[in-house]
């Protein structure tokens, strides 16, 4: 199984960027898995956020998000990237990352990914 590590969460105010970053500790390498973002706010389930093909051409977003997050991954060095332009109270939550050597392109359904990394919280604060 892979072994993702999350960085790059912290506080942040309304308008904000900040960038998360995951590495690969051990397993595929990234240029073999559809990759995603998901994320779990206090009290509620963890949910899709952004998600990209194996190949790194397609990309996916949940509509919350759309058109302020960017995923990007670098296959020669193993890091996925999550850009979060335009931050809201409501981006608040422990971002995860997840690989899935398996598919060309990533579920939305967190039950799909076997590997979860501990997360990073992002507080967005108005």
């Known amino acids: 199984q892979e072994r993702l590590v999350e960085s790059g969460g912290g506080l942040a105010h309304t308008g904000d960027s900040l960038r998360l970053s995951c590495v690969l500790d051990?397993?595929?390498?990234?240029?073999?898995?559809?990759m995603a973002w998901f994320r779990q706010a206090p009290g509620k389930e963890r949910e899709f956020v952004a998600g990209i093909s194996r190949s790194g051409v397609t990309t996916w977003y949940s509509n919350p998000v759309k058109g302020r997050f960017a995923i990007s991954k670098d296959s020669a060095k193993n890091t996925l990237d999550l850009q979060m332009n335009n931050l809201k109270p409501e981006d608040t939550a422990v971002y995860y990352c997840?690989?899935?050597?398996?598919?060309?392109?990533?579920?939305?359904?967190?039950?799909?990914?076997?590997?979860w990394g501990q997360g990073t919280q992002v507080t967005v604060s108005s």
């Open positions: 997840v690989a899935d050597p398996k598919r060309q392109t990533p579920s939305y359904d967190e039950s799909d990914y076997d590997s």
């Open positions: 051990d397993g595929p390498a990234f240029s073999l898995s559809a």
